[in-house]
Structure formats: C-alpha cells, structure tokens
T-cell receptor, first 113, second 115 residues
Framework: GENVEQHPSTLSVQEGDSAVIKCTYS??????FPWYKQELGKRPQLIID?????GEKKDQRIAVTLNKTAKHFSLHITETQPEDSAVYFC????????????FGQGTILTVHP | KAGVTQTPRYLIKTRGQQVTLSCSPI?????VSWYQQTPGQGLQFLFE???????NKGNFPGRFSGRQFSNSRSEMNVSTLELGDSALYLC??????????????FGEGSWLTVV
C-alpha cells in the first residue's frame, strides 16, 4: 500500500520568513495530493491540493509543487504569519485507493511574532 | 452549504462497552470515509463507503465497523472498547472518491475517551 513520509516533524520560523514542508510517497498510482492544516482541537482543513497532471499550484501565500518522477511534493508558505501556526499534514490517494487518504506524520509549524 | 456534521462531539465510555458515531456528509456527497486520529499513530484510514457499499477498508480489527444509509449518512461502531480506542474519530465526505482528484472534506470529529 501507499506510504507517505513527511519532514520535518517540527518547524519554527520568524514571522515573515518562508516555510517549506516536504513529503515523499511510494505508490506511483497516487494521483491526488492534498494538504491539510489542523489547529488545536479542530478538524483538518484543506488548504491546497495538487493533481498529478500539474507540477505546481499557487494560492496567495501558499504553493505546492509535485515531482512525479521523484515521487515527492512540497508545501511552501511565504510571508508566514502567527496564525499560520498549526499542524500541517500532507496526504496521497489515487488508483484503487479511492476514498483512502494516506497521511504523512504531520509537521508542527510555529511562527514567532 | 452545511459542512460535514458529526455527532456526538464528545463522549466517554467504559472499557468493554460499544459506541456508535454518526456522520452527515455535505449535501450531494455520496462518499463517506472514516479516520482515527491519535497522537501516536497520526491519522489512519478506517473505511470508506459509497452508495451504501464499503469500497475500501483500513487495517483495523473487526471491532470497528460501519455502514452507510440511502441518504449517504454514515455510522461507525466500535464494540468491546479498549483504552487504546481513545481517539478523535473523523468523518470525511466527497462527491465520489473514485474520481481522480476528488476533494475530501472533514468534519469536526468525535472525541472518544475510553476509561
């Protein structure tokens, strides 16, 4: 089955800096890669996603890149703000694993004012 | 448009009891999946239902079961509760998860504590 590795497990940045979180996946059949942000006690909230026919997607301060050959994808947050502090999860799904998101271990992002 | 709704939000059960959690997907969504979230194991897939049929199942014991009704609402049941079942149980819905790139939305979850 699919396996997703996420790094780093914790990330601390100063407000205004950029943050990058990286994930690798194992199943070449995976074709959809969402990123979720989870604040303490809240549900995972979709912040951006990318499909396998696209190499990069951007939404304001957030961008995601996908390298299908290397089987890795990354989340980039620019001009970080304290409210970006949360746990971020990458996930992968596709092929016959529909409805099944395989998640990375999560990254605790702390943005210091 | 209402989001994914889960009930109850919080519950405490005793070892050996059973529990039923409910999920109402976003209107128009026919796929419902369930996840368990714990600090040690992260987010783990339990099962997925579409049109009342279980299409995919994770690696959980048979004590964990679910079903989906004709209106797409879903329930999951955990029997003979163990302390290790204490977790946040998340329901997620999508239009049809078999479609490539189908977006999946999560509910607020049900916090289960087993004592």
């Amino acid at each position: 089955g699919e396996n997703v590795e996420q790094h780093p497990s914790t990330l601390s940045v100063q407000e205004g800096d950029s943050a990058v979180i990286k994930c690798t996946y194992s199943d070449s059949a995976s074709n959809y890669f969402p990123w979720y942000k989870q604040e303490l006690g809240k549900r995972p909230q979709l912040i951006i996603d990318i499909r396998s026919n696209v190499g990069e997607k951007k939404d304001q301060r957030i961008a995601v890149t996908l390298n299908k050959t290397a089987k890795h994808f990354s989340l980039h947050i620019t001009e970080t703000q304290p409210e970006d502090s949360a746990v971020y999860f990458c996930a992968a799904t596709g092929g016959t694993s529909y409805g099944k998101l395989t998640f990375g271990q999560g990254t605790i992002l702390t943005v210091h004012p | 448009k209402a989001g994914v709704t889960q009930t109850p939000r919080y519950l405490i059960k005793t070892r050996g009891q059973q529990v039923t959690l409910s999920c109402s997907p976003i209107s128009g969504h026919r796929s419902v999946s369930w996840y368990q979230q714990t600090p040690g194991q992260g987010l783990q897939f339990l099962f997925e239902y579409f049109s009342e049929t279980q299409r995919n199942k994770g690696n959980f014991p048979g004590r964990f079961s679910g079903r989906q009704f004709s209106n797409s609402r879903s329930e999951m049941n955990v029997s003979t509760l163990e302390l290790g079942d204490s977790a946040l149980y998340l329901c997620a819905s999508s239009m049809d998860s078999s479609l490539s790139g189908n977006t999946i939305y999560f509910g607020e979850g049900s916090w289960l504590t087993v004592v």
